[in-house]
C-alpha cells in the first residue's frame, strides 16, 4: 500500500475529526497513533476493501481512539482553552489567523455541550467527502435518525453560540 | 407521506445541512501543515517496515519449528525405529508377564 497517498487522503481529514473535540496539539498525536493502529490492521489483512473503503475503516478506529481518550483524560477538554490560548499568544501571526483560532475554540466548545451522538454526527460531518448514508453506516444507525441529529445539533449549536457571543459581549462591556 | 411532505423534508434537510456546513467553516478550513503530513507518512512507513519485518522473523521461526520436527523425525526413526518395532511384536508377552503379577498379587494377600 502507498503509505504517502493514504496519509494525503486521510490525514487532514482525520485531524478535523478531532479537532471537533480536542486541541490542535492532542489533535495531532492523535492522528499519528490513528496511522500506527491503521498500518497495523492493513498489513495484518483486517481490512477488507470490499466492506467500504479506508477512510469509513481509519474512522472506526478513529472513533476507537476518540473515546479512549476521553476516558483516559477527561479534563483535556477542560483545560484546552488554556493550552490553546497559550499556543495562540506564541503563534499569532495575523489577525485573521487569530480570530480563527478563536472561532475553532469557541466552536469546540459549542460542540461539546451537544449530546454525545450529536457530537459524533458534527465530527464525522466535517468532511466533505463522508455522504450521510456513509456516516449512518459508521454510526450504524437509519439515515432519519442521523438527519434528525444534524437538525437537532444545528438548532442547538446555533443556541449555545449566540448565548456565549452575548456573554462575551457583556464581559466585553464591563468596564 | 405526500410528495410534497417529502419535498419540504428534503429542503429541510438541505437547509440544516447548510446552515451546519457555514457555522462548521472554521472548522472544516482546518488543513494539516506539510511538517505534519511528512510525520505521519514517516511513521506509517516505520510501522509498515517494523510490521513485515516482524512478519518475516516469525515465518523464520515457524519454518525452523517445523525444520526441527522434521530432522527430529528422521533422527528418532533411525536411532529408535527398530526398538519401536521389537515392542510391538513382544507386546503379548508384556500382557502375559502382567497377569502373572496380578495373579501372584492376589495370592500373597489371600489367608
Known amino acids: 500500500m502507498n503509505w504517502e497517498a493514504a496519509v494525503k487522503q486521510i490525514g487532514p481529514a482525520l485531524l478535523r475529526y478531532f479537532m471537533a473535540s480536542f486541541p490542535r496539539h492532542l489533535s495531532d498525536e492523535l492522528v499519528q497513533e490513528t496511522f500506527i493502529r491503521l498500518v497495523r490492521k492493513v498489513e495484518s489483512r483486517e481490512f477488507d476493501s470490499s466492506k467500504g473503503s479506508l477512510l469509513k475503516f481509519s474512522y472506526g478506529i478513529a472513533r476507537f481512539m476518540k473515546l479512549e481518550t476521553l476516558k483516559s483524560l477527561p479534563h483535556e477538554r477542560a483545560s484546552e482553552d488554556v493550552v490553546f490560548a497559550a499556543a495562540d499568544t506564541v503563534s499569532k501571526s495575523s489577525d485573521e489567523e487569530y480570530e480563527t483560532k478563536e472561532q475553532v475554540v469557541r466552536l469546540r466548545k459549542a460542540i461539546s455541550k451537544l449530546p454525545e451522538i450529536q457530537q459524533e454526527i458534527i465530527a464525522l460531518t466535517l468532511d466533505d467527502e463522508m455522504s450521510l448514508p456513509e456516516i449512518s453506516e459508521i454510526l450504524e444507525m437509519p439515515l432519519g435518525t442521523i438527519k434528525s441529529h444534524i437538525h437537532r445539533a444545528k438548532i442547538s449549536l446555533l443556541g449555545i453560540m449566540r448565548i456565549q457571543e452575548e456573554i462575551n459581549e457583556g464581559l466585553g462591556q464591563r468596564p | ?111
Open chain 2, 1 to 111: 407521506m405526500k410528495d410534497s411532505d417529502k419535498d419540504l423534508e428534503s429542503i429541510e434537510d438541505l437547509e440544516s445541512l447548510e446552515t451546519l456546513e457555514a457555522l462548521l467553516k472554521p472548522l472544516k478550513r482546518i488543513q494539516p501543515s506539510d511538517l505534519e503530513l511528512q510525520r505521519w507518512t514517516s511513521v506509517a512507513r516505520k510501522q509498515q517496515k517494523a510490521y513485515l519485518n516482524l512478519r518475516r522473523r516469525v515465518s523464520r521461526q515457524w519454518f525452523q519449528v517445523a525444520a526441527a520436527g522434521v530432522v527430529g523425525f528422521f533422527i528418532g526413526w533411525a536411532v529408535f525405529g527398530t526398538t519401536f518395532l521389537h515392542k510391538t511384536e513382544s507386546k503379548d508377552s508384556l500382557t502375559e508377564i502382567n497377569n502373572g503379577a496380578t495373579v501372584e498379587y492376589v495370592f500373597t494377600n489371600y489367608r
